[in-house]
């Protein structure tokens, strides 16, 4: 069964710094998809950045950057320029490739410091 | 990606009694997922309601407790039955949607607490 691992229960960062949130997973698949969802107080889950494993170039969305190490299976999030709005619980994701079922890390909760 | 709304936002309900969610998206889609986010807890997968046939339900989810709708390509119900205190959590819905169906898109969520 396939498991996501995020260690970091908390961190923080100051505006406008960067910030690596990390992530494992466990899988004998060898096409799957990665995703980092965001949830911020308002408890809306929304989709940050998407990776597709067979895919070797790491994903990347304006400030929002993958670190995918397939056989290392670690998929960290860098978020450069920090701001407030991107306080937020943030969840690691995986999807087998015929779809419907994501598994979830733990969560990693940020707070962005002024 | 997809507008997907979810009716109520949240609610306060007595034990014994039973909610049902709604979830409204704004364009067909062939799956939609419903899932419980318990407090302080990561997302857990309740079941995947495919339209026109039964609900597949995960490990520990049984149709008695939540019977799930998918009357069409656009909208579903979950209805959480007979609930305890143990029931309050956030429940989510969501959607494949993309060229290959590979990416899912939630709703706002419904906080329910059960007294």
């Known amino acids: 069964a396939q498991t996501v691992t995020q260690s970091q229960p908390e961190m923080s960062v100051q505006e406008a710094e960067t910030v690596t949130l990390s992530c494992t997973y466990d899988t004998s698949e060898n096409n799957y998809y990665l995703f980092w969802y965001k949830q911020p107080p308002s408890r809306q889950m929304i989709l940050v950045i998407r990776q597709e494993a067979y895919k070797q170039q790491n994903a990347t969305e304006n400030r929002f950057s993958v670190n995918f190490q397939k056989a290392a299976k670690s998929f960290s999030l860098k978020i450069s320029d920090s701001q407030l709005g991107d306080t937020a619980m943030y969840f690691c994701a995986f999807m087998n490739p015929d779809g419907g079922k994501l598994i979830f890390g733990q969560g990693t909760e940020l707070s962005v410091k002024p | 990606s997809a507008v997907i709304s979810q009716k109520p936002s949240r609610d306060i309900c007595q034990r014994g009694t039973s909610l049902t969610i709604q979830c409204q998206v704004d364009s067909q889609v062939t799956m939609m997922f419903w899932y419980r986010q318990q407090p302080g807890q990561s997302l857990t997968l309740i079941a995947t309601?495919?339209?026109?046939?039964?609900?597949?339900?995960e490990s520990g989810f049984v149709i008695d407790k939540f019977p799930i709708s998918r009357p069409n390509l656009t909208f579903s119900t979950l209805t959480v039955s007979n609930m305890s205190p143990e029931d309050s959590s956030i429940y989510l819905c969501s959607v494949e949607v993309g060229l290959a169906a590979d990416t899912q898109y939630f709703g706002p969520g419904t906080r329910l607490t059960v007294l």
């Open positions: 309601a495919n339209q026109g046939s039964e609900a597949t339900y």
